[in-house]
């Protein structure tokens, strides 16, 4: 009895052992625990900085916490102040807190040092969202990287941006470096190769990463980039006049004082996280979610963009490096949903639709161009059931697709030749169809949904899935994990079709389609169009002006 009791407990302390797994980071011992179907490790919820609030809330993140106690990185399901709104991968178990920044960390369960390392950035329209929207253990089968997710600040406490002390802007993106420098200084602990790592995001997280790789602030802190369907040249990427911007939206708060700066800052400041959170924005028609990140006026301390994307192309100073660059078929199916009442609107007045990145001399100028618009779109029909591919086109090409254009032919210019381009189309046979027609399209981020894992998105698993779509998830997965692991889509030996980076004509790009194939220009004619719009018309981001000196009673 006694030899088997100590047998018994001898097995139980190897499965305890099994079970969690202990790390030391420089704020103290985490413990991770094995995932309960995947044969990899979690560590969740930890803090890898601290948000300021109260009348900091605006602020760059403050340093995290340390502990000597080991911390049980367990999942807590923390989120960032964000609006309410009916999306399938927001449980409603989610625990809102201003104190939210926490990075999840998933390690495979490998005796392997100095893995890659995948940083993702979730999407959201800068407005919503959670670290743990995605999870990528499918994609972690191969077991030789290390995923690594988080929250950042959203809306009005993300992005404020007063060009004042207090309300400098693009909060959320000073958490993103702060979370890039957290990996650099830890991740060494948990078996990554601090100078291995691979940033990725799909929407908002796409345009986050594309910025990122243009911050100075963020510079050295990641070696490749894929941006998932967004741009950083998109017109809801940067804001184009942010004080203007904070004006409007507090006068429909029932703010009114907004010319005196510190009262529109104080305004802000001291408004309940339900007033700031009460907007979605998602119902602009204006390419934009209102607040994202801006041009930081340049004090010197700290700014995480102080020039526009496009001043900084054209200079060619950033960091030119591999990037995986690309979007779905038929973006433009995000706008469906409302395509009832938006086409009445439309045939109203199409100027309404127009890229909040556009300017125009007069207002007669901007009907002239908005008429050319769409004319090029509908011909000389109104928006209407019989055209409804071409209003998902036009979507697809404000929103998303043309400025990820334009930004291939920028880097091409700016010297570099590592851009791989893709377009997303397949269609699985249980996509709906589009809506008064006969055909299914790749919507916002199709491709995202075929690297991470499919229960995220939809009611079914994996194991439900048709054997096309099985096939072509593996395929993306190869791709995705190739460039992880090289800087390259297809590298040499490689099964898969040769696939060499884009130049400043947007080709080669691949078509991820039933079948991979390597084709020419992308959008070829649709990218025209519009490059002569936007010669003619940009409107480029402007950074707050500098404030008059602060009144001597709030010093």
Same mark, same amino acid.
């Given at each position: 009895?006694?030899? !088997?009791?100590?047998v %018994? &407990? ?9 079970? !969690?797994?202990?790390v030391r ?16 490790y =979690? ?10 609030t ?27 102040p964000?609006a ?11 625990? =809102?807190?201003?104190?939210?920044l ?9 005796k392997?040092k ?8 979730h ?7 959670? #670290? ?9 089968k ?13 809306g ?15 909060? #959320?993106?000073?958490?993103?470096v702060?979370?890039?420098? !957290?990996?650099?200084?830890?991740i060494a602990?948990?078996?990554g ?6 940033i ?8 986050? %990463? ?8 963020a ?6 980039v894929?941006?998932e ?8 990427? @940067? ?8 004006k409007?939206?507090?006068k ?13 800052e104080?305004?802000y ?5 339900e007033?700031?959170t009460?907007?979605?924005? &998602? ?8 607040? #994202?990140?801006c041009?930081e ?5 700290g ?7 496009? =001043? ?14 690309g979007f ?9 949903m ?9 045939n109203?007045?199409?100027?309404d639709f127009?890229?909040?990145?556009l300017?125009?001399?007069?207002d ?7 008429? =050319? ?32 254009? !334009?930004?291939?032919?920028?880097h091409?210019?700016a010297?570099n ?13 249980d996509?709906?169809l ?12 199709a491709q ?15 194991s439900?899935v048709s054997?096309e &779509?099985?096939?072509?998830?593996k ?10 692991k090289?800087?390259t889509? @297809?590298?040499e ?8 980076a ?54």
């Amino acid at each position: 009895m006694k030899w !088997w009791t100590c047998v %018994v &407990f001898a097995c139980a302390a190897v499965l305890a052992e099994d079970e !969690w797994r202990e790390v030391r980071t420089a704020q103290g011992p985490v413990r991770g625990r094995k995932h309960p179907t995947e044969d990899i490790y =979690t560590f969740f919820n930890i803090p890898y900085a601290t948000a300021p609030t109260g009348q900091d809330k605006f602020k760059a993140p403050l340093p995290a916490p340390v502990w000597l106690e080991p911390f049980d990185a367990v999942d807590e399901k923390v989120i960032c102040p964000q609006a309410v709104f009916p999306v399938e991968f927001m449980p409603k178990s989610l625990v =809102t807190k201003e104190n939210c920044l926490i990075a999840n960390v998933f390690v495979p369960n490998t005796k392997e040092k100095n893995l890659s390392v995948v940083v993702y950035v979730h999407g959201g329209a800068f407005i919503i969202g959670y #670290g743990e929207s995605i999870k990528a253990t499918q994609l972690m089968k191969t077991k030789d990287f290390i995923l690594v997710t988080f929250n950042y600040r959203l809306g009005i406490h993300g992005f404020l941006c007063l060009g004042t002390e207090d309300a400098p802007g693009n909060a #959320g993106m000073k958490d993103q470096v702060a979370l890039l420098r !957290w990996v650099q200084k830890n991740i060494a602990s948990f078996g990554g190769n601090p100078d291995d790592v691979t940033i990725v995001g799909s929407s908002a997280g796409s345009a986050s %990463v594309d910025l990122l790789m243009l911050s100075k602030l963020a510079e050295g802190l990641f070696h490749r980039v894929i941006p998932e369907s967004g741009g950083n040249l998109a017109a809801f990427t @940067v804001q184009r006049d942010p004080v203007e911007i904070a004006k409007t939206h507090a006068k429909k708060l029932n703010f009114n004082n907004v010319d005196d700066i510190y009262a529109l800052e104080k305004f802000y400041k001291t408004a309940p996280m339900e007033l700031l959170t009460s907007d979605h924005f &998602f119902d602009r028609t204006d390419a934009t979610f209102v607040f #994202g990140p801006c041009v930081e006026r340049d004090t010197g301390a700290g700014a995480f963009l102080t020039e526009s994307p496009l =001043t900084i192309f054209k200079s060619g100073n950033y960091r030119k490096l591999p990037v995986l660059y690309g979007f779905a078929e038929m973006e433009g199916l995000v706008r469906v949903m409302i395509y009832d009442d938006w086409k009445h609107k439309m045939n109203e007045k199409f100027s309404d639709f127009l890229p909040a990145d556009l300017k125009f001399d007069s207002d007669e100028q901007r009907e002239e161009v908005a008429n =050319t618009i769409q004319k090029f779109y509908f011909g000389d029909k109104p928006v209407g059931d019989d055209n409804i591919l071409r209003y998902i086109d036009f979507f697809t090409d404000t929103i998303f697709a043309y400025p990820m254009l !334009w930004a291939v032919k920028l880097h091409a210019e700016a010297g570099n030749n590592q851009v791989y381009l893709y377009e997303y189309s397949f269609v699985d046979e249980d996509v709906p169809l589009v809506p008064h027609t006969n055909i299914r399209g790749a919507n916002h981020c199709a491709q995202s949904m075929a690297v991470y894992d499919m229960q995220n998105f939809t009611h079914h698993g994996e194991s439900q899935v048709s054997p096309e &779509f099985k096939k072509m998830k593996k395929v993306v997965r190869e791709i995705w994990h190739n460039f992880i692991k090289t800087g390259t889509p @297809v590298p040499e030996g490689s099964a898969l079709p040769a696939w060499p980076a884009a130049g400043a004509d947007r080709a080669p790009h691949m078509s991820l389609g039933e079948r991979l194939e390597l084709r020419g220009a992308l959008l070829a004619e649709r990218t025209r169009f519009w490059d002569d719009i936007y010669q003619r018309y940009y409107r480029d981001a402007v950074p707050p002006p500098k404030p008059p000196p602060r009144p001597r009673n709030e010093l």
